[in-house]
């Protein structure tokens, strides 16, 4: 077995090992979001509320890695599966998700210093997606005062955008990051370590001593704050420029919701089929 670890070298490493995990989790992250596209969305106060993905899923799986490609891997899911699949994908518009989720995830990693203790993990899990949500706040109030996008504001006090798009943003981090999140993780993630690692020829992450935040943590909490502003710049020009590539048959609006069961099925086929084809080679070697 390779044990993974946590320090930066190996964080950006890629091997067998790491393109099964950025594939399980790509297809896992890619399942359940296209699963709650199918739920309504629902009104609170006058603001419209997703439920968002059941985000405990990929809380679980992506907490049992700490490299690059295990974070990288949520936003390509939903790229994939909630973009490209269905036919509503624009480049540039994908950047966004690519930057805040990606590094929003790869800081929480680093302040990972007991990963047996399930509290510990279902709380940073929260903390990656309040991130997510901050992040999406800043550069939505911003498309607004440039001018590329119209957003809920009363006319003579534009400020009130800060506060309306505040309040949709902690709605999310309340429903996706506690309710389909941090708590469903308490549940599962437990259940999960130290079994799916040996399926893709890993040991589980040991702990570490020292403090939560390392000058690791810096570094990436750093690139997060710089790169905001490039996610931000991306996300106008999609606005403005049209998504530079784009691939637009629109699946869903041509044949019904029925079609968003054409990438669930994709997905499920991906991550269930790459467990038990693992599951085969394992007990193959145990034999």
């Given at each position: 077995?390779?044990?993974?670890?946590?320090?930066?070298?190996?964080?950006?490493?890629?091997?067998?090992?790491?393109?099964?995990?950025?594939?399980?989790?790509?297809?896992?992250?890619?399942?359940?979001?296209?699963?709650?596209?199918?739920?309504?969305?629902?009104?609170?106060?006058?603001?419209?509320?997703?439920?968002?993905?059941?985000?405990?899923?990929?809380?679980?799986?992506?907490?049992?890695?700490?490299?690059?490609?295990?974070?990288l891997?949520?936003?390509?899911?939903?790229?994939?599966?909630?973009?490209?699949?269905?036919?509503?994908?624009?480049?540039?518009?994908?950047?966004?998700?690519?930057?805040?989720?990606?590094?929003?995830?790869?800081?929480?990693?680093?302040?990972?210093?007991?990963?047996?203790?399930?509290?510990?993990?279902?709380?940073?899990?929260?903390?990656?997606?309040?991130?997510?949500?901050?992040?999406?706040?800043?550069?939505?109030?911003?498309?607004?005062?440039?001018?590329?996008?119209?957003?809920?504001?009363?006319?003579?006090?534009?400020?009130?955008?800060?506060?309306?798009?505040?309040?949709?943003?902690?709605?999310?981090?309340?429903?996706?990051?506690?309710?389909?999140?941090?708590?469903?993780?308490?549940?599962?993630?437990?259940?999960?370590?130290?079994?799916?690692?040996?399926?893709?020829?890993?040991?589980?992450?040991?702990?570490?001593?020292g403090?939560?935040?390392?000058?690791?943590?810096?570094?990436?909490?750093?690139?997060?704050?710089?790169?905001?502003?490039?996610?931000?710049?991306?996300?106008?020009?999609?606005?403005?420029?049209?998504?530079?590539?784009?691939?637009t048959?629109?699946?869903?609006?041509?044949?019904?919701?029925?079609?968003?069961?054409?990438?669930?099925?994709?997905?499920?086929?991906?991550?269930?089929?790459?467990?038990?084809?693992?599951?085969?080679?394992?007990?193959?070697?145990?034999?």
């Amino acid at each position: 077995m390779v044990t993974t670890s946590n320090n930066s070298s190996s964080a950006f490493s890629f091997d067998h090992r790491d393109m099964m995990a950025f594939i399980l989790v790509m297809s896992l992250h890619g399942l359940q979001s296209m699963i709650t596209e199918l739920l309504p969305e629902f009104s609170i106060g006058g603001l419209g509320v997703s439920i968002g993905p059941f985000w405990f899923v990929a809380m679980s799986v992506v907490l049992l890695f700490r490299s690059f490609w295990a974070c990288l891997a949520i936003p390509v899911g939903g790229i994939v599966f909630g973009e490209i699949l269905i036919g509503d994908f624009s480049a540039l518009g994908a950047v966004e998700g690519l930057i805040v989720v990606t590094l929003s995830w790869f800081f929480v990693m680093s302040l990972i210093t007991d990963p047996k203790d399930v509290k510990q993990i279902a709380a940073l899990g929260f903390l990656a997606k309040a991130m997510e949500e901050t992040a999406a706040w800043f550069i939505d109030v911003g498309k607004f005062y440039i001018g590329v996008e119209e957003l809920e504001a009363i006319s003579w006090l534009p400020e009130t955008v800060w506060a309306t798009e505040g309040i949709g943003a902690l709605l999310q981090i309340i429903i996706a990051g506690v309710i389909f999140g941090a708590i469903p993780t308490l549940f599962l993630y437990p259940r999960l370590r130290g079994k799916i690692e040996p399926l893709l020829g890993m040991s589980p992450i040991e702990g570490r001593d020292g403090p939560m935040f390392t000058r690791t943590s810096l570094k990436r909490l750093i690139a997060w704050v710089a790169l905001i502003p490039v996610a931000f710049a991306f996300e106008t020009l999609s606005e403005t420029s049209g998504g530079l590539i784009t691939f637009t048959p629109e699946f869903v609006e041509t044949y019904g919701q029925a079609f968003l069961f054409v990438p669930i099925a994709i997905a499920a086929v991906i991550s269930f089929g790459l467990v038990a084809y693992r599951q085969r080679k394992v007990d193959g070697l145990q034999d």
